[in-house]
């Protein structure tokens, strides 16, 4: 079945700087698709552009297999589609004013406008607020209501740019949960752009990374958390500790490989000179005050503490034992090792908790774990 | 001082008996100065709006040129507005000259770069993602510039108000292209200085308290729309 929405080698320059290059997009019917990258990686741009916004220097955009360019006038395109941004973006009159807009655009008739906007007000809870002025709610209030405004219209593609950045923790559970439910009772696909990996992961049938406009990668969250493209999207997904180096020396059931001139035993096969790339996840560190020698774990190293940074219910500790490393330790452990920055302990890590993310110049058996 | 409260003391009385002379007097200048104010307003929210939401090369030009027109010295539009209808000027044909009508044509003159600016300020205050917004409904032209007007409304007013007051408060285009015609182009600000001149000054403090009382009403009618909507 072709894809509601496609693009194909789109690009769009701002100010004579190139800022989108994606050469392939799609989204299925009914799909949730997140894109996910860091401020300025193009997720708002790539949005704009969907929506005929912004002007695309060159590329094509498909909307259930036609030309885009062939919709005229352009806010016949658009009103297949609604979105909501970061900050809410109300308009100057009432709640309902707000919610009716996008009907009132779509020339609805007045009943079935009524019907709508209380069915959507509804839907978000915020049936009370009818006849407020808009400008006076709170921050998760606004975002209700422009939630509400975007639904009302029953969108084909909902297009959703950060639109629970701007909210405290429960707020923006409590908003998350109306969504999910909201989308559960419609057709409606979505493009949703966050930086928040935890919110992609929760909400996506797929997930597509960007970076510097591109598109680095994309599909199903779980591919892309066991097979990230390269180091950028594998940071993403929380991988702290990404290193590189050569396999040494191929042992039975594991292997040897040299990374910035220690040796880091990982389980699995590999050929001889392969190039590696693989990471460790910070719950997987051991530290101790002690030189571990009786124990499982088979990566073993003196290590100096280079900063502590307190993370809510548990600590970051830095390490660098010839390579950096990070830890996350308890605050109970770090009350009884008493660790300070700057001091010298001991690290381990079993040779089944690295996980290989590349693996370049592979001959024969053995690939990515 | 005598001559101050002196003034002051027959000019209320003139006011108090409902002169006639005044009365047309100021009914005329309202009638001159709203209309012109009125097509000032199509023009510079217009133009103000379409130099704000376009891209054009030498839109900084255009912008400047607005700017500059928002103090555009009375007497130096009195004067060309007089050179094109001076009776042998590109528009004599059309018999303007000394009539209400071009008193209107110079007010507008005065007026219509100071509600463009203004408007242009405003519309350009519009946060793009506002903007960004209301096309994403799915809005076309029409209902986008109704929209974005309607979130300008209190600066578009505040344009208004100005362009009222610069139109209603000029005395030298009004002179030069009316000719302070009595009970035909004689407006507020012609008369006071005209009745100055002559030495009738509790004539001209009347005129002008009433040219204020006029200014203040106005103005105290926008002002209160404006924070009506506001609030």
């Known amino acids: ?369 | 001082m005598d001559l101050v409260v002196q003034g002051i003391v027959r000019a209320a009385g003139l006011l108090a008996s409902g002169d006639r002379e005044i009365l047309e007097i100021t009914l005329l200048s309202l009638r001159v100065s709203g209309g012109a104010t009125l097509i000032s307003t199509v023009i510079g929210v217009t133009l103000g709006a379409a130099v704000a939401l376009n891209r054009f090369p030498g839109r900084n030009i255009a912008v400047s040129l607005i700017n500059t027109g928002m103090g555009l010295p009375p007497v130096v539009v009195g004067l060309w507005v007089t050179l094109f209808i001076w009776r042998s000027g590109p528009l004599g044909d059309l018999g303007l000259l000394y009539t209400p009508t071009a008193i209107v044509v110079a007010q507008v003159v005065i007026a219509a770069p100071i509600v463009t600016g203004i408007s242009l300020a405003a519309m350009q205050n519009i946060p793009e993602k506002l903007r960004f917004q209301i096309l994403s409904l799915g809005a076309g032209r029409a209902r986008y510039l109704a929209l974005l007007v309607r979130e300008a409304r209190l600066p578009l007013l505040a344009g208004v108000m100005a362009g009222f007051g610069g139109a209603l408060s000029e005395v030298g285009a009004s002179i030069m292209v009316g000719g302070n015609i009595r009970g035909y182009t004689r407006v507020l600000t012609t008369a006071t200085v005209m009745e100055t001149g002559m030495g009738n000054f509790e004539v001209a403090i009347a005129l002008g308290f009433v040219l204020l009382v006029v200014a203040f009403i106005i103005n105290y009618v926008l002002t209160s729309i404006q924070q009506r909507i506001r609030s």
Not at chain 1, 157 to 182: G, H, M, T
Not at chain 1, 192 to 220: F, N, Y
Not at chain 1, 237 to 256: K, N
């Open chain 1, 1 to 369: 079945m072709a894809p509601l929405l496609e693009a194909r080698g789109i690009r769009a320059v701002r100010l004579g700087r190139p800022v989108l290059s994606v050469e392939e997009f799609s989204l299925g019917e009914r799909e949730f698709l997140s894109l996910v990258g860091p401020n300025g990686s193009g997720k708002t741009t790539l949005i704009l552009s969907l929506l005929r916004l912004i002007a695309l220097r060159e590329g094509t955009i498909l909307f259930r297999g036609a030309d885009v360019r062939t919709v005229r006038p352009v806010h016949r395109y658009r009103q297949n589609f609604a979105a909501v941004f970061q900050e809410p973006l109300l308009l100057n009159t009432t709640v309902y004013n707000n919610v009716a807009e996008g009907l009132r655009i779509r020339k609805r008739g007045g009943e079935e406008t009524e019907a709508s906007v209380h069915r959507s007000l509804e839907r978000f809870g915020i049936s009370g607020l009818r006849d407020r002025n808009a400008r006076g709610l709170s921050a998760g209030e606004s975002q209700r209501v422009s939630l509400a405004r975007a639904f009302a219209v029953e969108p084909e593609v909902l297009f959703l740019d950060e639109p629970f950045s701007s909210l405290d923790a429960p707020s923006k559970e409590l908003i998350l949960r109306d969504v999910e439910s909201a989308l559960g009772e419609s057709q409606t696909a979505v493009v949703m752009a966050t930086h928040d990996m935890a919110e992609a992961l929760r909400l996506s049938d797929r997930i597509a990374v960007m970076g510097s406009g591109r598109i680095l990668q994309a599909g199903p969250p779980d591919e892309l958390m066991r097979h990230p493209a390269d180091e950028f999207v594998a940071s993403f997904f929380g991988y702290e500790t990404i290193l590189r180096g050569a396999v040494e020396e191929v042992l039975e059931g594991s292997f040897l490989v040299s990374a910035e001139g220690r040796t880091v035993e990982i389980a699995g096969s590999a050929a001889p000179g392969s190039d590696v790339t693989f990471s460790l996840s910070p719950e997987s560190i051991l530290i101790s005050r002690e030189p571990l020698e009786r124990v499982s774990a088979r990566n073993r190293f003196a290590a100096r503490i280079d900063r502590i940074i307190p993370a809510g219910f548990y600590f970051k500790v830095h390490l660098n034992c010839g390579f950096p490393l990070v830890s996350y330790i308890t605050g109970h452990s770090m009350g009884l090792l008493d660790l300070r920055e700057g001091e010298e302990v001991h690290c381990a890590f079993k040779s089944t908790a690295v996980r290989v993310l590349q693996m370049r110049g592979l001959q024969g058996g053995g690939g990515r774990q």
